[in-house]
């Protein structure tokens, strides 16, 4: 079962910048589509983004769109969530995913397979 394990979060002033990195633990890292999710306090988990195995696809949420970008590095089994111009409501903790790729796409945090601890985000005003 691959691990997933998030790094780069940490405090940051409205309209700064952060970039989260998300290492897995194993070689087939390449099968899997990789993805990111946020769940803010009293909220439900979110879809943030979402990346294919081969990077050539991705899709960010409306609510991030043109902000953040994700993607990946295949031979460093990691995979990279860009934040810019961050908003006090982009606070939560942040978590990378994984689905097999063969499975195809979603954006449902149910359908997806493998998940990381989370990493902390959180933006003053």
Known sequence: QVQLVE??????QAGGSL???CAASE???STYTMGWFRQA???EREFVARISWSGSVTKTADSVKGRFAISRDNAKNT?????NSLKPEDTAVYYCAARARYRGYSDSERAWDHWGQGTQVTVSS
Not at 79 to 83: A, D, G, H, K, N
Request: charged share 10%; hydrophobic share 35%.
């Open 7 to 12: 790094s780069g979060g940490g405090l940051v």
């Open 19 to 21: 970039r989260l990195s």
């Open 27 to 29: 070689s087939t890292f």
């Open 41 to 43: 306090p009293g909220k």
């Open 79 to 83: 995979v990279y969530l860009q934040m």
